[in-house]
C-alpha cells in the first residue's frame, strides 16, 4: 500500500485546498488518471496520479487545505514496485517523464509519510528531501545548516521548519514568512513571470471564493516577485530577430488550411526557444543550493493571460521534441483549459524555461522577471514593421524584439547572447523548426 | 446564410470563448480585439468555430475582413 500525496503544483506552492474526488475507495486507478481536483490560490487544478493501484481510504474530505506532501489517500499498489516521482526540480529521471510531484510514496520506505525519502547524491552531501529543499528555499533556510532527522540523516521538512524557528540561522534578507497555519488566505501557486503591472483577477470560479483568490494570487506573485528580485541578479540581453521568413513560410502553410490547422506565429517562437533551450541547457533549468540543476527535459512555461485578468504559466512538456502542429495543438489545448480553469498538476509543475509574449496589441519590447528557481526568460513583443537594412538595402520587414533575462548566478552574459542568437537563426529557417 | 443568422452565430462563438461579452454591446464597426479582451489565439478559435458551424471556408488571406462583427457577417452572408 501507498499514499497519494498533496502535490506541488508549482515551485512557491506549500498547500493546497482538496476541492473533489474523481474516485472512490475501489476504484482502480491507472498511471495518469485523475483523481482529484485541488484549488490553489490561481486555479483549480486537476492532479492525475502516477502509480497504477487501487484505491484504499479516502484521507481528506473535500473543503480540506493540507500542506503539500500531506497524504491525501492510500492507495494499494498494482503495478511494480512503486516508486516516488520528484517532488521538486531535482535532476533525476534522464527520460522525458513530466517533473510531476503527485507521487504514490511506497508505504514499505521508511520515511514518513509526507516525507519523500531525501535524494542521495552520492557525494557524501547532506541528503536533502526535495520537499524539504523547496520549503528551505521558500524559508530563506539553508538546507545544508539544518539537523536531519530522516533516514540516514536526511534533512526533512520538519527539520527545515525547526531551521527557520530559529531566529539566528534565518538567512538574513528574507523578510518572516509567516508560518502557514497562521496565513489567512495562504497563497499557494507559484507566480506567474508577471514582466508588468496587471489586474489579477480570479478565473472563472464560484463567486464566494472569489475575492479570496484574488488576494491569495496577488499575494503569491508579490512573495515570488520579490524573491525574484532580491535573489536573482538578473541580466537582459535584446535583440530584433527579422521574422519575414518565417511568416512567408507560414502564410504559404496556412492558406490552403482551414482554420482549425492553422499554426500561428506564437507557436514557431516557442519551437525555436525550446530547441535553442537544447542548444544551450545552462538556460534550462533551475538553481538550486547555490548550483544549476538542469531541467530534465525542455519543458516550455507559456505565460498565458486570464480573461478579465491574471497569468498562468503552465508548461508545455518536451516542447523540443513536438513538431509545429504539434505544439500549436498543445498551445491551443493549453490555453484553452487554462482560461476553463482546467489544467493538469503536471502541467504546473515547474517549467524549465518560461516565455511571456505580449501578443499583437502589445508593446514592442517586455523585460521579464525570471520566475525561480528558473534561471531565464524569454520575452516576444509585438510583430512590427520595420525599416530594415540587408546589404545596403533597406526595407520593410515584420520585426519581433527577442529579449532574455537570465539569472547570472547560473550564466554569463555570453552564453544569452548565443541563445538569442540560436533562436533568430532557427527562425531563419522555419522549415526546419 | 441571412444577416441574421450569421450575427447570431458570430455572437454565439464570441460568448463561448470570452463570456464576459454576453449582453455587452458591441460597436459593428470597431475591430472585436479593440472592444474585446480577444488575442490571435482567440480569433483564430472564433474563425475556427464560425467555419466549423457555417460550412463556410474562411481562408487566412480573408481572415482580416471578420475583424469587426459588420465586417463578419457581410463575409458569411455575403458567401
Redo the contacts between chains.
Keep these: 500500500m501507498g499514499d497519494f500525496l498533496m502535490p506541488s503544483l508549482g515551485a512557491d506552492m506549500v498547500e493546497g485546498r482538496l476541492i473533489q474526488w474523481r474516485v472512490a475507495p475501489g476504484d482502480v486507478v491507472a498511471k495518469g488518471d485523475i483523481v482529484a481536483v485541488v484549488d490553489t490560490s490561481k486555479a483549480e487544478i486537476e492532479v492525475e496520479i502516477f502509480e497504477p493501484g487501487v484505491i484504499e481510504e479516502l484521507v481528506v474530505d473535500p473543503g480540506e487545505k493540507v500542506a503539500v506532501g500531506a497524504v491525501l489517500a492510500h492507495v494499494r499498489s498494482t503495478g511494480v514496485a512503486a516508486t516516488q516521482a520528484p517532488a521538486a526540480p531535482e535532476p533525476t529521471a534522464a527520460e522525458p517523464a513530466p517533473p510531476v510531484p503527485a507521487a504514490v510514496v511506497a508505504a514499505a520506505a521508511p520515511a514518513p509519510p509526507a516525507e519523500p525519502p531525501g535524494a542521495a547524491d552520492g557525494s557524501g552531501r547532506r541528503r536533502v528531501s526535495p520537499l524539504a529543499r523547496r520549503v528551505a528555499a521558500h524559508l530563506g533556510v539553508d538546507p545544508a545548516s539544518c539537523e536531519g532527522t530522516g533516514p540516514g540523516g536526511a534533512v526533512t521538512r520538519a527539520d527545515v521548519e525547526r531551521t527557520a524557528a530559529e531566529p539566528a540561522t534565518r538567512a538574513p534578507a528574507p523578510p518572516a514568512m509567516p508560518a502557514p497555519s497562521a496565513m489567512p488566505a495562504p497563497p499557494t501557486m507559484p507566480a506567474p513571470s508577471a514582466p508588468m503591472p496587471q489586474t489579477i483577477e480570479p478565473p ?1 470560479v464560484a463567486a464566494t471564493a472569489g475575492d479570496e483568490r484574488s488576494i491569495a494570487m496577488r499575494r503569491t506573485i508579490a512573495r515570488l516577485m520579490a524573491r525574484s528580485k532580491r535573489e536573482i541578479p538578473h541580466y537582459y540581453l535584446g535583440h530584433h530577430i527579422d521574422l519575414s521568413r518565417a511568416l512567408d513560410w507560414l ?1 504559404e502553410r ?2 490552403p ?4 490547422e ?1 499554426v ?3 507557436a514557431l517562437l516557442l519551437k525555436a526557444v525550446a530547441l535553442a533551450c537544447r542548444e544551450h541547457p545552462g538556460l534550462n533549468g533551475f538553481w538550486v543550493d547555490d548550483e544549476l540543476r538542469p531541467g530534465g527535459g525542455v519543458h516550455v512555461g507559456v505565460a498565458i ?1 486570464l ?2 485578468g491574471g497569468l498562468l504559466a503552465p508548461a508545455i512538456h518536451d516542447a523540443d521534441m513536438l513538431g509545429v502542429e504539434a505544439l500549436m495543438a498543445a ?2 489545448d493549453l ?2 483549459r487554462a482560461r476553463r480553469g482546467q489544467l493538469r498538476g503536471s502541467e504546473m509543475a515547474d517549467p524549465t524555461i518560461t516565455v511571456t509574449s505580449l ?3 502589445g508593446v514592442e519590447t517586455v523585460y521579464g522577471v525570471i520566475h525561480p528557481p528558473q534561471v531565464a526568460l524569454v520575452g516576444f513583443g509585438r510583430v512590427t514593421e520595420r525599416a530594415w537594412a540587408v546589404r545596403g538595402m533597406v526595407g520593410a520587414r515584420p520585426v519581433v524584439h527577442a529579449t532574455l533575462a537570465v539569472d547570472h548566478r547560473a550564466a554569463d552574459g555570453h552564453t544569452g547572447g548565443l541563445f538569442l542568437g540560436s533562436i533568430d537563426s532557427r527562425l531563419q529557417e522555419p522549415e526546419a523548426l | 446564410m441571412t444577416e441574421a443568422e450569421a450575427r447570431a452565430v458570430v455572437l454565439a462563438a464570441l460568448v463561448e470563448i470570452a463570456p464576459e461579452t454576453e449582453g455587452v454591446r458591441l460597436d459593428g464597426d470597431v475591430e472585436l480585439g479593440e472592444q474585446l479582451d480577444i488575442d490571435s489565439m482567440d480569433f483564430l478559435t472564433l474563425m475556427t468555430l464560425v467555419s466549423e458551424r457555417t460550412g463556410i471556408d474562411i481562408p487566412e488571406r480573408d481572415q482580416p475582413k471578420l475583424r469587426t462583427l459588420d465586417g463578419a457577417v457581410a463575409y458569411l452572408a455575403g458567401v
Excluded at chain 1, 257 to 260: E, T
Design positions: 472563472a502564410k496556412n492558406a488550411r482551414g482554420p482549425a492553422r500561428l506565429p506564437a493571460s480573461r478579465g498551445l491551443r490555453t484553452q501578443g499583437e496589441r
